[in-house]
């Protein structure tokens, strides 16, 4: 679906992104995860066309960008870098404007009334936009990227300023759209969004892909088991020196086998309150692979 | 991608504002012309109006020429590419997707539609203001009784066909200005910063003009046969400087409409 290779994007002498080879697989849920200033926002402008690489190659939906944006953009829903609308008309007459901007389609109307209704904006008035709410802006983004039904959405950031409630949503819409055959793109800098939502990941840092994976590979097992047990100073006497961490009545035990270790505690006459292999989290993958973002700025 | 363009300048306060503004100083300057009597000083054609209120749209439309109008272009033009950067849309259009040539060509006909509005609507209300507040010549010797600026007489028929040609002609003045606040407007993401650009350029045109020291340059500059259109009035029509001045309007709407399109085509739009 999207392809680059040694996409490169230099500013001067700054390098934005450098020599980036990404592959997302159609019918996918794509995260792309980095700090602040890692690159991710000039890569989705990249795909979008907004901005000219400096030296590599892109492909999105099988065709050359930008070569043939014409033929791509009306295939593609994008949300970048924060909603954006004409403060002084109302959401359905900024719809109606950016829709007619683009090729000519049918059923304009129903189709704005369509996407309203599946970001949960079905029934706004004729307020205008300058009164609506951050929530509500982005669901006009949302909807703005929807219109067109999309085989592709690149989405930036996609529930920045929403509430538990409202991520929740978007989250399920996403993965409603998904199983109707949408490929989803998106970045973020919530870990807890990519990794409740899609199934591929790609890490950034400093302008590099630092990693690519499937969600799954990422969280692999870490070859320890994590036991919760009332008898826990017993379970760690049981184990001496395989107990790598502790936390209460938690313990991180190193053993390859969940089912073995139960059954071995068991058998010592402990209890057990928890047990499960420990899986690694994302955030362990994500703080292993970058540095941190360009927001900070350290004393030298 | 035309029609968008148009549906939104009508949609703008901003358009509706400057329109009235435009159409409000040459009413008010009436009303002092006509409770005075004062025909002395200020732009051309006040005295003529004295005698006949049908002179009166050639008169507002030398009162808007020199400032408001130009201002009033330099607003929409310097808002056409940098506003939609500015308000984030830039992208959105962008990626709907409308080429970016489009883009550009759109803002300019929109441009030229909003100058043309802004003329004619200014000559409208000239001409009803004229004839409220200002004696109309009335019965047989109306047919020549407006005197052209270099003596012989016009008639009404004349008049009006001269002051639809000077309506066009003003209107096609205005483009050279619109193409550089346009052009400036795809340099920068701020309006005001295009906007301000573009009257910096007018003011300086216009100071050169007045300035003897600058002869060399005087042919040259996009503001230099602006008040030609009053030899429309002329009998008969001197159109020397009139053909300059389409002339030199054409060729600044070119360069700069060229450099915004090479400008615009190639930039990296992050905004």
Sequence with gaps: MITTKGLTKRYGRITAVNAVDLAVPEGSRFGLLGPNGSGKTTMIRMLLGLVYATTGEISVLGEPVPKRLKQVLPQVGALVEGPAAYGHLSGRANLALLDAAGP??????QRIGDALERVGLGGIDRRPVR??????????GLAAALLRAPRLLILDEPTNGLDPQGIHEIRELLRELNTEGTTLFLSSHLLVEVEQLCTGVGIMDRGQLVKQDELENLRALTGRVVVRSPDADRVVALFDGKVEMRDGDRLAVRHPDAAELNQLIVAAGLRVMEIAPERQT???VVLAVTSSGSDRVDKR | MIRVELRKLYRRPRTWISLILLCA??????IFLATTRIGTGGPAFLSAVLNNGSLYPAAALAIVLPLFLPVAVAVIGGDAVAGEASAGMLRYLLARPVGRTRLLIAKLFSLTVFVLVAVVLVAVT????????FPAQTGPASTAIVTSVSGPPLSPQQVLMRIGAAMVYVAFSMLGVGAIALFLSTITDSALGATLGA???LVASQLFVTLDAATSIKPYLPTRYWLAWIDFFREPILWRDIERGVGIQAVYVLVFLGLSWANFATKDVAS
């Design chain 1, 104 to 109: 000519r389609t049918p059923k304009r109307k």
């Design chain 1, 131 to 140: 009164t609506y709410s951050l929530g509500m802006r982005q669901r006009l």
């Design chain 1, 282 to 284: 994302l955030e362990d």
């Design chain 2, 25 to 30: 100083l040459p009413i008010a300057v009436a």
């Design chain 2, 126 to 133: 000239g001409y009803i203001v004229g004839v409220a507040l």
């Design chain 2, 199 to 201: 009257i910096a350029a």
